[in-house]
């Protein structure tokens, strides 16, 4: 059972640049694939990003394509999400989670962290 903790967020400015990470605890971090989702108040949760476990393989939604990277460091146990050009349509918590039980867009892995708040601000 991993254990996942998200840092970074805070309120950045349209435009601007944000680096999310989530550590995970246990060794089956580096087997196991990741994802980042958001959930925007009043809204469901919704993906955001996606990678595989050994060869890093991603998968992006349409609205942050091109705009944010999912990345990963298995040595450290690590997983970043690094957020250019940010919207206040991107203001949402977001949160990692790990070892899909299905398609990897839906909501449905087997652990999540907490989350962290980005606020982007027009």
């Known amino acids: 059972q991993l254990q996942l903790v998200e840092s970074g967020g805070g309120l950045v400015q349209a435009g601007g640049s944000l680096r999310l990470s989530c550590v995970g605890s246990g060794r089956a971090f580096s087997d196991t694939a990741m994802a980042w989702f958001r959930q925007a108040q009043g809204k469901e949760r919704e993906f955001v990003a996606y990678?595989?476990?050994?060869?890093?393989?991603?998968f992006y939604s349409d609205s942050v394509k091109g705009r944010f990277t999912i990345s990963r460091d298995n040595a450290k146990n690590l997983m970043y999400l690094q957020m250019n050009s940010v919207e206040p349509e991107d203001t949402a918590v977001y949160y990692c989670?790990?070892?899909?039980?299905?398609?990897?867009?839906?909501?449905?892995?087997?652990?999540w962290g907490r989350g962290t708040q980005v606020t982007v601000s027009s």
């Open positions: 990678i595989t476990p050994a060869l890093g393989h991603t």
């Open positions: 989670a790990a070892k899909n039980r299905e398609v990897y867009y839906k909501p449905n892995y087997n652990n």
